[in-house]
């Protein structure tokens, strides 16, 4: 059952991610071109694929650029091609020879790289640069990992050697009537002086997303001369909890799973209905009227401590049965200390917000608690 732990736990970092191919377009700086085209496959490759790009300028018929190329099985991902484009508006538009592959079309903007200061498009990175480009990842074990997300900008200008430069990371949410107002919120801030050395500065940094929501999130980047805003850039990605389709493959373990926040009764209940289709639909109105409003989000909270649970304690039983992950769901991170008393082991957790006192017993492979 462990598997099913570790697959509801997946936070799925994605930007612009379409059907099997993830296409993403850059206005870089420091390369001879002026911009940079990604592909990366969201699925191994298993043959070779023949894709061709092309650049409608907006309003205009015919492409303004075309190029055709072959991704091979093995070949070094993503992909990264270079061109150069007059500034304006474009709609690149990709096509596969596979004819499961769907077209793909997405807007872009050349900017003048002759701007001064000039600031390249953002990069958003799962790997420190220069290792950039638009690959997907997830966190597979979020006590584990710290979920880092990578940022990369290049900025270029000759009548500037000083400058700041401030990333600020946003939460989108959605208020008011039928959510029509759109609402940012600032949860994350850097900044940094810049130095131009040869008129180019690189301005980097990482986003922490351990502990971030399900949800919208856009980072703006800033560049001051003093108080005055001269460039500004922003990039807009989303986290999306991928473990729902896991929970539905393994319905009874996900209903079993619910075993320290429900009754005996509703875990008895759902477990008794006839098939899988009516467990789904019965476990997913147990956390409607459980979570309300923000369902995904408690749910990818929940199974994310248990998973924390599972990975901290070493008892035989069945995690969501485990008396200390059972506490630590409810209570956190303990002050923990083991003792020995007449051959038998305990633990006594201590949690000093609420002067709260707990001692567990060891009883075979598992730990029980007493008081």
Known sequence: MKWVLIAISALIFSQNMQAQWQVEARNCASSAYNSQVFFFPQEKLRHATSIHLGFRADGQPGYKLQDQFVCYPGQALPLLKNYQLPAGKYQLEVHFNDSDLPSLELPFECMDKKQDPFLSDVYLSTFAFPKIGPKAFHLSRIGANSGQLFFHCELLSRRHQL???????YRERQQGFEAKATVFTSIQQENKVLTLAEGKAIFEGELLLKGLSSGNYLL??????????????????????????????????????LTPIASQEDIHRLLALPDAGAKRNAFEAWWQQYAGDNISEKMATYYEKLLEADSLFDDSLPVWQSDRAKAYLFYGKPIRRELVKNGTRYERWYYEEWDLLLWFKAEGANFVRIK
């Open 163 to 169: 400058l700041t430069a401030r990333a600020v990371l």
């Open 220 to 257: 703006e980047i800033f560049i001051f001369e003093d108080d005055q805003l001269l460039r500004e850039r922003s990039v807009r990605f989303s986290l999306d909890w991928q473990g729902h389709e896991a929970l539905m493959a393994q319905i009874d373990e996900a209903i079993q799973m």
